[in-house]
């Protein structure tokens, strides 16, 4: 990239940067029976009127051709200490592998997987794609649908209803003591806290 003065050294700027609202949301896509997602911390509103969403996502990842080919995507808002799906979703995984096989989910406007996990989501159709020459690409989307996942969702964004094992599912993981034995592979017990 080209311009008329060199860019700010990050470790000088970074305490200022700091200042800016960031979290960590979960970027999910589907195409076909091609399903994936990943963690970034780049979201940002751009337009009201209609609602837009401006998402960078760094370069490289599987999940950019899904995007690109479905034209959809959703922005899945975490809990804070989601640290499971933080971990989960780091790097977005290989074709073939599918994260969603194993997590209940519904599936967004447009296709998207959208974890029960989270918070709410954002279901986006893409606008435009900017590959900016720097480590990261940037995806607008225009904004379809949005819901929080307390609420009931619709048939038509449900994978089906929540079904009885997703919902004793997460009902027996809130229940579940904090502070209890696990064993390891090697047999030994270790505890959880």
């Not at 974890?115 to 940037?138: Q, S, T």
């Amino acid at each position: 990239m080209q311009t008329d003065r060199p860019a700010a050294d990050r470790p000088s700027i970074e305490h200022v940067l700091d200042l800016l609202p960031s979290s960590a949301f979960l970027l999910t896509s589907a195409f076909g029976e091609v399903r994936s997602g990943v963690i970034v911390k780049c979201v940002q509103q751009v337009a009201m009127h209609p609602p837009m969403l401006l998402v960078a996502m760094e370069k490289g990842q599987p999940l950019s051709p899904v995007i690109r080919d479905s034209r959809n995507f959703a922005i899945c808002v975490l809990h804070r200490d989601d640290r499971a799906m933080r971990k989960m979703f780091a790097t977005a995984p290989d074709h073939g592998v599918d994260p969603f096989l194993a997590i209940p989910h519904v599936k967004a406007a447009g296709g998207s997987p959208v974890p029960l996990r989270a918070l709410g989501y954002i279901a986006c159709e893409l606008v435009r794609h900017l590959d900016i020459e720097a480590d990261y690409e940037v995806y607008i989307g225009m904004i379809h649908h949005a819901a929080l996942l307390g609420e009931a969702p619709s048939r038509a964004e449900t994978k089906g209803s929540r079904s009885s094992a997703a919902r004793a599912h997460l009902n027996a993981r809130a229940r579940a003591p904090k502070n209890t034995a696990i064993r390891g592979r090697d047999g030994s017990k270790s505890r959880r806290s």
